[in-house]
T-cell receptor
Framework: EPEVTQTPSHQVTQMGQEVILRCVPI?????FYWYRQILGQKVEFLVS????????KSEIFDDQFSVERPDGSNFTLKIRSTKLEDSAMYFC????????????FGPGTRLTVT | KQEVTQIPAALSVPEGENLVLNCSFT??????LQWFRQDPGKGLTSLLL?????REQTSGRLNASLDKSSGRSTLYIAASQPGDSATYLC??????????FGPGTRLSVLP
């Protein structure tokens, strides 16, 4: 069964460094999403992406964040200058955009900022 | 703005019991509602998705119901097993928006 994959599974970085989290959505899907979950808190929506542009973003998704689909298979989330509070699990999801609009989630990347 | 809550926050039951987890949402204009399972430190496993036009969905020992008018969904787990121990999340998908997750119910099934 097709699945969303994410790399790396765990990333440790120092405050102020740039990180890129990678996702490979399901191949025929057109809609892509990033969510995050700070330890012990709710899963929160960050951004949705369709047709090579951001379709919606939350208040969390500020200028430090960017997303890109650099080729036909990858979808990336870049954090320009990481802060301690960026430490969280980051989930990628994808959807084919048809009813019932189900989103398929990847296993997540745990980001630890020290 | 959609708000999703879940009750109880934690639940501990002996093996074999039937149990109900509750999810409430404030905006009934939803595409669908999805239930997930999350094991500690792990990703999200989709359990059931109920479309806005449906009232319930079943998969094995799991049954999820949806009452849009009252803004509620329940997840019923029959004959619980220790392997069911996990956090259960519900998420509402609104028109023009994205998934809004509840805080989860942490379930412990004791052998």
């Amino acid at each position: 069964e097709p699945e969303v994959t994410q790399t790396p599974s765990h990333q440790v970085t120092q405050m102020g460094q740039e990180v890129i989290l990678r996702c490979v959505p399901i191949s025929n899907h057109l809609y892509f999403y990033w969510y995050r979950q700070i330890l012990g808190q709710k899963v929160e929506f960050l951004v949705s992406f369709y047709n090579n542009e951001i379709s919606e973003k939350s208040e969390i998704f500020d200028d430090q964040f960017s997303v890109e689909r650099p080729d036909g298979s990858n979808f990336t989330l870049k954090i320009r200058s990481t802060k301690l509070e960026d430490s969280a699990m980051y989930f990628c999801a994808s959807s084919d955009g048809t009813r019932p609009y189900e989103q398929y989630f990847g296993p997540g990347t745990r980001l630890t900022v020290t | 703005k959609q708000e999703v809550t879940q009750i109880p926050a934690a639940l501990s039951v002996p093996e074999g019991e039937n149990l109900v987890l509750n999810c409430s949402f404030t905006d009934s204009a939803i595409y669908n509602l999805q239930w997930f399972r999350q094991d500690p430190g792990k990703g999200l496993t989709s359990l059931l998705l109920i479309q806005s036009s449906q009232r319930e969905q079943t998969s094995g020992r799991l049954n999820a119901s949806l009452d849009k008018s009252s803004g509620r969904s329940t997840l019923y787990i029959a004959a619980s097993q220790p392997g069911d121990s996990a956090t259960y999340l519900c998420a509402a998908h609104n028109y023009g928006q994205n998934f809004v997750f509840g805080p989860g119910t942490r379930l412990s099934v004791l052998p």
